[in-house]
């Protein structure tokens, strides 16, 4: 599996999970390694249980995993720095079209990348804003969301 992202994870397990369906994958093959399925999140680490489809994070102090109350393409994990959280998604979906943005302190969205897209290109947002992506593992800038291809870096000026 590529770098480990929430949208990569996720993606992953459905694709996996439809080869078992079809009877291409076994169970095992397809869902066998933990590590597969676990990202690092700024300091936290979230592990997506495969068979569940429901996102555990790890609690240090109990050693031990815990679940996060979100499963596939319902919420965006984040941190804010030793601080892990989910913030729901208004309806489910994939979870790669979505965000959430940081404006000093205060948390925007979720909402579709698109819509964040259209909110900087009418100046609806400051650009010194950062952004969580599910494609990413920890806040972005604007000039990194444009360089990882997360923004359409031909609506950028």
């Not at 994958?25 to 997506?48: S, V």
């Not at 489809?53 to 815990?66: A, G, I, R, S």
């Not at 804010?80 to 489910?92: E, M, N, R, Y």
Request: aromatic letters at 8%; charged letters at 30%.
């Amino acid at each position: 599996m590529a770098k480990n992202t929430q949208a990569g994870i996720e993606d992953q397990v459905e694709e996996r999970s439809l080869q078992v369906e079809k009877g291409k994958l076994k169970p095992k093959d397809a869902f066998g390694i933990m590590e597969d399925w676990i990202i690092q999140l700024g300091e936290q680490k979230a592990f997506l249980h495969p068979n569940l489809k429901q996102w555990m994070w790890y609690d240090k102090f109990h050693d031990e995993w815990v679940f996060a109350g979100c499963g596939v393409g319902e919420a965006i994990l984040l941190t804010i720095d030793t601080v892990a959280g989910v913030k729901k998604l208004p309806q489910s979906g994939i979870i790669a079209d979505w965000c959430v943005y940081r404006q000093v302190q205060e948390l925007f969205g979720p909402l579709p990348i698109k819509e964040l897209q259209n909110k900087i290109d009418s100046q609806q947002v400051p650009e010194d804003i950062l952004i969580w992506s599910t494609r990413a593992t920890d806040w972005l800038s604007m000039a990194e969301l444009v360089e990882n291809k997360i923004i359409d870096q031909d609506k950028k000026k």
